[in-house]
């Protein structure tokens, strides 16, 4: 239980830059969530925390103490590994129990932890099993009780659920999140998917080649993305290309295809480049001969094309070469049909400019 | 991942000691070899043995007759393995999983004694010769090419087959489907698909099938009676009846070794092309075949297999016949075995200690170093696996060669005794152990030992109560492999042995010498049966372990 201090790590592999100058405060008892691509660096810099991968510079602490040059058997960190790495030789309390041996924890005191550990995960009465006897997701709280009994001062989880199917996943994301919770445990947690990230941590920093794109809490990455890869990369958005027509008080005017656009922007000037982005569900589908609502914009648009996705529908629509998409919930308007023009509102503070790239 | 760090010197330890041992045991004993062929009576360096010694026509007749043989065998193996490999993994073979076993057997069974059983049922006065001339065949012996070829390509086959058959069934059967979706006929798609992506594995394979070919020295020795061969000429030359010549070995002996290694190089860089589809979603299907293809297939396979079996049980029955002299007699007794044992047991006691010592240390120093290459990548662990890997490519004459001149005189003196054996023994099956235990390994999640530390126990500590135990039984799985081919080990002993140390493989050498045939199908009976049982007997935890024989 402590807070993590990551200060201007760094690590290359030959010529792959894992790792560039990361600093991060993790707070005590946080559930701190790493997100990104694939290759991006996130187990790269988990591994570090565990002591399993070398820091070119840089420093790592718990609390005050200094640990990166701590051999991993000595860091108090309790890892779940993506494969489980369920010891096959040894029963589940025996598997639990491997952690408190290394710590010389006496067989009474041993056999009494192994067993609220396991009440703990659920898997009370399992103690005699065999792992493979056991299903992915017991195998995965097996994995769970063995770091959680060693009561861990941090808890790594590196894509935990990522072997398991989809309604498992739910489960045990809820279940992870619970016990960290209850025993107020530091957590990282390693996922390149973004909703699991979403729905369980406190904040997350997303990562893309090595580098700390962004570090906020689920709202301000999925709502306030720091640059378009973060935007993109926490779901599907419009990004449009447009230049800026004028700029007063806060409030600019950009051009995108042929519709104009306002947002709220600090800074910008008449024909700056920039890309705009609105999420398609921040876009309203105005009823026919309707005005926006109060303090909305709106624009016109030709409709492209339309997906009826079950739980929403979801529309193309042609801004005159730029294609911008729009999310209802159900289904679309009746007078929204492919080739039919349409009106779209939406408050100017959901938009949010940067400058091209 | 590398786990490779300042601190954790036990890598770094076992590295040194690998490489320490490898130093002083095989690659200084070379050096030696290397080094008297070098220099004169005077002590001189000097090129002057090299030139005495290539300029003789029998000499250089020894390097033609070697290489036509090795390469024979080579392309002979290959164009029985090749097809083998493809009606086993993918034409409906019946009695499969009995053909993986028996395919297998040649590899760890003695060769030399199919060679000899070859020629108690085709040399001069054999039963087949005898039988094919009466029936007015004019067949002479089996001596010679023919035989030698014959019977590498019995011994050496499962060599090409087993990678082959690997690399077989590891073909995505989406590439497959994908070429005839294309538009190539089956056949197209075998010839540009499949076998581009199984050459590699049918290389690696043909390869240690031209190495073992070359460095062979009992097959070479029942068979190739007056005709010159490189890895006999280095022991006549070093132990023959006009006197030890160790200049003149050392120079047949590096030209053989720097032949062999050169191949065994090529191999390696074979073996690391050897990349099939990781992501291999469906296994390649069981080809339908019209009955008549596919009764050609099953005899061919079962064929293959049974023949290459016959000889040693040719042997078995043979050693329970009547000799006198060389002749054979038909009626059945015991009497050879009972000659043998009255000559002396010692040698049986000695093959099952020096092998089991052997096997022993082997593994001690060869798991670590297995487990060191194949879990903490460095230049220097890569080193480690280079030199573990050399000793496959050094004959063993050369080697007993190497460790006589190296560990005769000065400050550690071994000959004599059967420390040297076991050494040579180790130095020999150490490729072997360091690729079984890196195989096994391999089967082993990395994150296990992972987890093992994360948990507090330091990697020494993860290896000895995690790793070896989860290694344990292949690694006796591969203790009992090497143990059985030690039992068998021909070229290295006759070097080395001396005085009471002599081996069941030393009396077969000898009574092979002299006219003790009667003797020599009992021993090698003898042998066989010590090697082919312990192999029943640990047949499942080698399968569960899925140990490569190679
Ligand atoms: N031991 C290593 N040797 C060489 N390169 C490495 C090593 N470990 C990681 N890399 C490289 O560092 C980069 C980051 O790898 P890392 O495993 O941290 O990515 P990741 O974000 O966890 O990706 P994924 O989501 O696929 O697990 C990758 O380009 C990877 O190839
Ligand atoms: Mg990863």
């Keep these: ?357 | 991942m590398t786990m490779l760090r300042p601190q954790s010197v036990f890598p770094l330890a076992i590295t040194a000691l690998g490489l320490g041992l490898l130093g002083l045991f095989f690659v200084y004993p070379l050096f030696t070899v290397f080094k008297v062929s070098f220099i004169d009576a005077q002590a001189h360096i000097t090129l002057a043995n090299y030139a005495k010694i290539l300029s003789k026509g029998f000499y250089q007749q020894a390097f033609i007759n070697s290489f036509a043989i090795g390469i024979a065998s080579t392309i002979g193996t290959t164009l029985l393995g090749v097809p083998l490999a493809y009606c086993v993994a993918r034409l409906p073979v019946p009695g499969k999983s009995a053909v993986l076993v028996l395919i297998a057997l040649p590899l760890v069974l003695p060769s030399f004694i199919a060679a000899y059983a070859l020629v108690l049922l085709l040399g001069r006065s054999g039963v087949m010769t005898v039988w094919l001339q009466a029936q007015g065949i004019p067949f002479r012996s089996i001596y010679g090419m023919p035989g030698l070829v014959a019977v590498y390509m019995l011994t050496l086959y499962p060599y090409v087959v087993l990678p082959t058959l690997a690399a077989f069934k590891a073909v995505d059967a989406s590439m497959e489907e994908a070429g005839q979706n294309l538009g190539a006929s089956r056949w197209r798609v075998f010839w540009t698909v499949v076998l581009p992506i199984v050459a590699p594995s049918v290389m690696s394979g043909a390869l240690l099938v031209l190495i073992e070919s070359l460095e062979n020295f009992g097959v070479a020795f029942v068979l190739a009676e007056d005709r010159p061969i490189l890895s006999i000429e280095v022991y006549r030359l070093f132990a023959g009846e006009v006197g030890s010549n160790p200049a003149s070995a050392g120079v047949l002996g590096v030209s053989l070794i720097l032949c062999t290694t050169s191949v065994l190089l090529l191999q390696r860089r074979y073996l690391s092309k050897r990349r099939f589809a990781t992501s291999t979603r469906a296994a390649p299907p069981i080809h339908k075949v019209g009955s008549a293809l596919n009764l050609l297939a099953t005899v061919f396979v079962w064929g293959t297999v049974l023949v290459a079996l016959v000889p040693f049980f040719a042997v078995l029955v043979i050693s329970f016949l009547e000799f006198r002299g060389p002749v054979m007699h038909g009626n059945f007794s015991v009497a050879n075995f009972q000659d043998l044992w009255n000559r002396s047991s010692r040698p049986l006691f000695n093959t099952v200690f020096l092998a089991s010592a052997a096997s022993l240390v082997a593994a001690l120093v060869g798991v670590p170093i297995g487990y060191v290459v194949t879990r903490f990548r460095s230049r220097l662990s890569h080193l480690l696996d280079m030199t573990a890997m050399m000793p496959f490519a050094v004959s063993g004459t050369v080697l007993g060669i190497g460790l006589v001149v190296a560990f005769n005189a000065g400050w550690l003196i071994l000959t004599g005794g059967w420390l040297i054996l076991v050494i040579a023994y180790c130095v020999r099956k150490l490729p072997f152990n360091v690729r079984a235990s890196s195989a096994i390994l391999h089967q082993i999640d990395p994150s296990l030992e992972e987890a093992s530390i994360n948990l507090g126990f330091s990697p020494v500590a993860t290896f000895f109560r995690l790793t070896v135990p989860l290694m344990l039984g292949g690694v006796v799985g591969g203790m009992v492999l090497t143990w059985v081919t030690l039992a068998a080990e021909l070229s290295s002993t006759v070097v080395l042995y001396s005085g009471s140390w002599s081996t069941m493989t030393t009396v077969i050498f000898q009574a092979l010498e002299g006219t003790g045939a009667g003797i020599a199908s009992a021993a090698s009976a003898v042998l066989i049966l010590t090697t082919a049982l312990p192999l029943l007997m640990v047949y499942r935890l080698l399968r569960k372990h899925q140990l490569a024989v190679l």
């Design chain 1, 1 to 357: 239980m402590a807070a993590i201090a990551l200060d201007k790590i760094d690590r290359k592999f030959g010529t792959v830059h894992a790792v560039r100058d990361v600093s991060l405060e993790i707070r005590d008892g946080e559930f701190f969530t790493l997100l990104g691509p694939s290759g991006c660096g996130k187990t790269t810099l988990m591994r570090m925390v565990a002591g399993f991968c070398e820091l070119d510079s840089g420093s790592i602490r718990f609390g005050a103490r200094r640990i990166d040059a701590l051999p991993p058997h000595r860091r108090n960190t309790g890892m779940v590994f993506q494969s489980y790495a369920i010891f096959p030789n040894l029963s589940v309390a025996g598997n639990v129990a491997y952690g408190l041996r290394a710590r010389g924890v006496a067989s009474t005191e041993r056999n009494e932890r192994v067993r609220k550990a396991l009440r703990l995960v659920h898997l009370d009465g399992y103690e005699d099993r065999w792992p493979h006897q056991l299903s992915g997701g017991q195998l995965q709280r097996v994995a769970l009780a063995r770091c959680l009994v060693i009561e861990p001062e941090v808890l790594l989880l590196d894509e935990p659920l990522s072997n398991l199917d989809a309604k498992l996943r739910v489960e045990m994301r809820y279940e992870i999140r619970q016990l960290q919770q209850k025993l107020g445990l530091t957590a990282i947690y390693v996922t390149h998917d973004q909703e699991e990230a979403l729905a369980i941590s406190e904040r997350i920093a997303v990562m893309r080649a090595g580098r700390l794109e962004q570090v906020g809490t689920p709202w301000e990455v999925y709502n306030q993305p720091a640059n378009p890869f973060v935007a993109d990369f926490m779901g599907v958005t419009n990004l449009l290309p447009g230049v800026v027509v004028s700029a007063r008080g806060g409030r600019i005017e950009v051009k995108i295809g042929e519709a104009l656009f306002a947002a709220r922007a600090e800074t910008g000037a008449a024909g700056d480049k920039v890309t705009l982005l609105i999420r398609p569900e921040s876009l309203l589908l105005l009823p026919a001969q309707h005005g926006p609502p109060p303090n909305f914009a709106s624009f016109e648009a030709i409709v492209a094309r339309i997906e009826y996705l079950g739980v929403l529908t979801r529309l193309d629509l042609d801004l005159g070469g730029v294609t911008v998409r729009v999310a209802v919930l159900d289904k679309a308007p009746d007078h929204a049909v492919p080739g039919g023009r349409v009106s779209v509102g939406y408050d100017p503070a959901r938009a949010i400019l940067f400058p091209a790239s």
